[in-house]
C-alpha cells in the first residue's frame, strides 16, 4: 500500500556537542567532538518517513549558503519531493547547537534563520500535493500564521494532521481540537495542560486534562518508559524497547513519522504506538540522526513486550 505523507517544517543545521566539559573560565566549555549534519523537525520527519518507504512532500525555507544546499540534498538523498523546500535569498540557514552528555540533550542554542520566512503563501501553492496526502506532519515552530491558516484547512480536508507541539506557547486551541493526533513530550504535555510540575503523577493528569481540553489522541513520550497513550476515556502506558542512548537528536521526529507510517496504512493507534516507540529507540541508539528502515522496526518489534499496562482514569464529576 503507497503511503504519502506530506510535512511543513524547518530545516537546519545541526551541530552536535559530545563530551562537553566545563574549563576553568565560566566564558568557556569544551567538547571532545562534534557532528555536523543537517536537520530540523521538518526535514527530520519527512526523511524519516522516508526511510521508512511513505512518499514525502516537505515545505519549507532555507538560506542561500552553503547549509541551505546542504540541507536540500540530505532530505532530497532520502527520497523526499522538495520541490517546496524554498530558498530565501540574503536569509542563513536555521542553525541549532546541541550539547549532549550520556546520549541526552543538556542544552541547545536556536537560531531560526530562513525558517522565520516561511508563509502562507508558499503553503497555499503546495495544497494541491498535500490535499492528496494520507497524514500532514506540522510543527508549531513554523511561524504562527502559517499554524494557524494550515490547522483551519486540514479541518476541511479528508487529510489526518499531526501535531509536533514545539514549542508549546505557540500551540493554538485550534490546532489542538484539529490535529488527529499530538505527540508532546513531559515537558511540553504539562505545559500545554497548563500544569508546572514534573511528579510521577503529571504524565497521567497532563494527559487527562489535553483530553478533557478536546484533544483527540494525545502520545505523551516519556522516553525510556515508552510513551503514555490517550484516547477519551481510554489511558495507558506503552512500551518501548530498552536501548542504550547514544544521541537522542531527531527521537520525536522518527516517532511522529513512523506513527505517521504505521497509522496511513490503516493500523491502530495503539499497533501505531508500539511500532513509533520501536523505531524511536533504535534511532537514539546511533549518533546522529539515525533514520531506521522498515525492515529493522519489524524486526525489532518482535522482542517488544506485548503487554501495554492500561490506566485507570477515573472520569470526573459533571458540573451540575
Same mark, same amino acid.
Given at each position: 500500500?503507497?503511503?504519502?505523507?506530506?510535512?511543513?517544517?524547518?530545516?537546519?543545521?545541526?551541530? $552536535?556537542?559530545?563530551?562537553?566539559?566545563?574549563?576553568?573560565? &565560566?566564558?568557556?566549555?569544551?567538547?571532545?567532538?562534534?557532528?555536523?549534519?543537517?536537520?530540523?523537525?521538518?526535514?527530520?520527519?519527512?526523511?524519516?518517513?522516508?526511510?521508512?518507504?511513505?512518499?514525502?512532500?516537505?515545505?519549507?525555507?532555507?538560506? %542561500?549558503?552553503?547549509?541551505?544546499?546542504?540541507?536540500?540534498?540530505?532530505?532530497?538523498?532520502?527520497?523526499?519531493?522538495?520541490?517546496?523546500?524554498?530558498?530565501?535569498?540574503?536569509?542563513?540557514?536555521?542553525?541549532?547547537?546541541?550539547?549532549?552528555? %550520556?546520549? $541526552? $540533550? &543538556?542544552?541547545?542554542?536556536?537560531?531560526?534563520?530562513?525558517?522565520?520566512? @516561511?508563509?502562507?503563501?508558499?503553503? &497555499?501553492?503546495?495544497?494541491?500535493?498535500?490535499?492528496?496526502?494520507?497524514?500532514?506532519?506540522? &510543527?508549531?515552530?513554523?511561524?504562527?500564521?502559517?499554524?494557524?491558516?494550515?490547522?483551519?484547512?486540514?479541518?476541511?480536508?479528508?487529510?489526518?494532521?499531526?501535531?509536533?507541539?514545539?514549542?508549546?506557547?505557540?500551540?493554538?486551541?485550534?490546532?489542538?481540537?484539529?490535529?488527529?493526533?499530538?505527540?508532546?513530550?513531559?515537558?511540553?504535555?504539562?505545559?500545554?495542560?497548563?500544569?508546572?510540575?514534573?511528579?510521577?503523577?503529571?504524565?497521567?493528569?497532563?494527559?487527562?486534562?489535553?483530553?478533557?481540553?478536546?484533544?483527540?489522541?494525545?502520545?505523551?513520550?516519556?522516553?525510556?518508559?515508552?510513551?503514555?497513550?490517550?484516547?477519551?476515556?481510554?489511558?495507558?502506558?506503552?512500551?518501548? @524497547?530498552?536501548?542504550?542512548?547514544?544521541?537522542?537528536?531527531?527521537?520525536?521526529?522518527?516517532?511522529?513519522?513512523?506513527?505517521?507510517?504505521?497509522?496511513?496504512?490503516?493500523?491502530?493507534?495503539?499497533?501505531?504506538?508500539?511500532?513509533?516507540?520501536?523505531?524511536?529507540?533504535?534511532?537514539?541508539?546511533?549518533?546522529?540522526?539515525?533514520?531506521?528502515?522498515?525492515?529493522?522496526?519489524?524486526?525489532?518489534?518482535?522482542?517488544?513486550?506485548?503487554?501495554?499496562?492500561?490506566?485507570?482514569?477515573?472520569?470526573?464529576?459533571?458540573?451540575?
Amino acid at each position: 500500500m503507497s503511503v504519502r505523507i506530506g510535512v511543513v517544517g524547518g530545516l537546519n543545521m545541526d551541530i $552536535h556537542l559530545f563530551d562537553v566539559r566545563e574549563s576553568g573560565s &565560566q566564558a568557556a566549555v569544551q567538547a571532545g567532538r562534534y557532528l555536523a549534519q543537517p536537520g530540523g523537525k521538518g526535514a527530520n520527519q519527512a526523511r524519516a518517513a522516508a526511510v521508512l518507504g511513505a512518499e514525502v512532500l516537505l515545505v519549507g525555507r532555507v538560506g %542561500d549558503d552553503e547549509f541551505g544546499s546542504d540541507c536540500r540534498e540530505s532530505v532530497v538523498a532520502d527520497g523526499v519531493d522538495a520541490e517546496h523546500v524554498l530558498t530565501t535569498k540574503g536569509a542563513r540557514t536555521g542553525f541549532v547547537a546541541i550539547r549532549l552528555t %550520556d546520549g $541526552h $540533550h &543538556q542544552s541547545l542554542i536556536y537560531v531560526p534563520g530562513a525558517n522565520e520566512y @516561511l508563509t502562507w503563501s508558499d503553503v &497555499q501553492a503546495a495544497l494541491p500535493a498535500l490535499a492528496s496526502c494520507d497524514v500532514i506532519l506540522v &510543527q508549531a515552530e513554523v511561524p504562527t500564521d502559517v499554524l494557524a491558516r494550515l490547522t483551519t484547512w486540514a479541518a476541511g480536508q479528508n487529510v489526518q494532521l499531526f501535531l509536533d507541539p514545539a514549542p508549546p506557547e505557540n500551540v493554538t486551541r485550534a490546532a489542538l481540537l484539529t490535529a488527529e493526533a499530538i505527540t508532546p513530550d513531559l515537558q511540553e504535555g504539562t505545559s500545554l495542560a497548563g500544569r508546572t510540575s514534573t511528579s510521577l503523577l503529571s504524565p497521567v493528569l497532563a494527559v487527562r486534562d489535553l483530553l478533557d481540553a478536546g484533544a483527540k489522541n494525545v502520545f505523551l513520550k516519556l522516553g525510556h518508559a515508552g510513551v503514555l497513550f490517550g484516547h477519551k476515556d481510554e489511558l495507558m502506558r506503552i512500551p518501548t @524497547l530498552s536501548v542504550k542512548p547514544t544521541d537522542e537528536t531527531g527521537a520525536g521526529d522518527v516517532f511522529i513519522a513512523a506513527l505517521a507510517m504505521y497509522r496511513a496504512t490503516g493500523g491502530g493507534w495503539r499497533e501505531a504506538a508500539r511500532f513509533a516507540n520501536v523505531a524511536s529507540a533504535l534511532s537514539v541508539s546511533r549518533p546522529g540522526l539515525a533514520l531506521p528502515q522498515m525492515d529493522e522496526v519489524v524486526e525489532a518489534a518482535a522482542d517488544l513486550a506485548p503487554e501495554d499496562e492500561p490506566i485507570e482514569v477515573r472520569k470526573r464529576p459533571s458540573t451540575p
